[in-house]
């Protein structure tokens, strides 16, 4: 049965390219889409209903999991688009609860709908294009039109019950700098430039490849530069470009190396050092050093981050208690 609502919804216009088919599954029998999922208080959720809100998670699953991994998330998205639909119907019986009986408030969300829909039609042109180019994706207009006016009450409902009692003291931003202050800790930014002995140039002689190397010092240490120096005598990656390598490619190296690399200063290069292919030397460029924003340059962002935080708190803890207000019965088939 789950298979053939996978089918379903691969197949559902709206949201899916008729491409997307399993192979050798009979068409759905859609007299099985109607039967219910949950009883929400009066109202209630169908599979079809599910199946249609979770087109576009199923799509973007199907893109990017394997046929196995597809078969177990499958079942997931299922079960939260129906809590998703759960919610949904809560907040629109409690928002039609709050603006039922206030003429004041419908005619402002009508207003707002009526705004909205003459965006949309101005966006394609006309009204018979834009009901055109609904039905041609199997969008019932006036089911969508009930859908957009639910979701601006819901998001009104949202906003006086919410977002209206979030709280955010001054206090609060202090003490989270405090206590996350690598978070606005702007890392060391450097640029390396390397150069590398390797020992099968050298016939795998140590000794005769620390030699050269010890040579490489020597120019090094007498004022050449660095770059003309790896460009006429390193043997590793980006010689051409005078041994400089990118941040990435930084945290590529082994632990030993990059260790040497993080303990050297600005303009300073390491000492010869070895690894299972060869020696190396590293120069620091460094072209920003770390710092530690101020509170004041970040406090901004704090209030921001623990205004979501405090938003989402607030709106799970709204919709349980709707919940517990309610009759819900989910219905397993």
């Known amino acids: 049965m789950l298979r053939k609502y996978i089918y379903y919804a691969l197949l559902f216009p709206v949201m899916l390219s008729c491409s997307y088919l399993f192979c050798g599954e009979d068409v759905l029998n859609k007299n099985n889409l109607g039967f219910i999922r949950a009883v929400v208080d009066e109202a209630i959720i169908t599979q079809d209903e599910v199946i249609k809100r979770s087109a576009a998670a199923i799509r973007e699953a199907r893109s990017k999991y394997s046929e196995e991994e597809f078969a177990k998330n499958i079942e997931k998205i299922l079960e939260y688009t129906l809590e998703?639909?759960?919610?949904?119907?809560?907040?629109?019986?409690?928002?039609?609860?709050?603006?039922?009986?206030?003429?004041?408030?419908?005619?402002?969300?009508?207003?707002?709908?009526?705004?909205?829909?003459?965006?949309?039609?101005?966006?394609?042109?006309?009204l018979s294009k834009f009901y055109e180019i609904a039905e041609s994706q199997g969008i019932n207009p006036i089911e969508r039109k009930t859908e957009l006016k639910e979701d601006i009450m819901i998001d009104k409902i949202i906003k006086e019950n919410v977002n209206n009692k979030v709280k955010v003291p001054p206090k609060l931003l202090r003490r989270y700098y405090m206590e996350n202050m690598d978070e606005f800790c702007q890392k060391k930014e450097i640029k390396l430039r390397h150069i590398m002995i390797k020992f099968s140039t050298h016939d795998n002689d140590k000794a005769k490849t620390y030699a050269f190397a010890e040579k490489i010092m020597t120019l090094l240490s007498t004022g050449e530069d660095f770059s003309s120096v790896?460009?006429?005598?390193?043997?590793?990656?980006?010689?051409?470009?005078?041994?400089?390598?990118?941040?990435?490619?930084?945290?590529?190296?082994?632990?030993?190396?990059?260790?040497?690399?993080?303990?050297?200063?600005?303009?300073?290069?390491?000492?010869?050092?070895?690894?299972?292919?060869?020696?190396?030397?590293?120069?620091?460029?460094?072209?920003?050093?770390?710092?530690?924003?101020?509170?004041?340059?970040v406090q901004d962002e704090i209030y921001k981050k623990l205004y979501r935080e405090e938003i989402g708190r607030l709106k799970k803890k709204y919709i349980l208690d709707l919940r517990e207000d309610a009759f819900i019965k989910v219905i397993k088939h």
């Open 84 to 126: 998703e639909l759960i919610d949904r119907k809560l907040l629109v019986k409690e928002a039609q609860k709050v603006f039922g009986t206030d003429i004041s408030m419908m005619d402002e969300v009508q207003k707002e709908l009526d705004y909205f829909l003459k965006g949309a039609v101005e966006n394609v042109g006309s």
């Open 230 to 297: 790896a460009r006429s005598y390193s043997e590793g990656p980006n010689a051409e470009k005078g041994g400089e390598w990118s941040f990435d490619e930084i945290q590529g190296l082994r632990k030993e190396l990059r260790d040497v690399v993080n303990s050297l200063k600005d303009n300073e290069y390491s000492k010869i050092t070895e690894s299972p292919v060869g020696y190396h030397i590293f120069k620091v460029e460094l072209i920003r050093p770390e710092v530690v924003k101020k509170f004041e340059d």
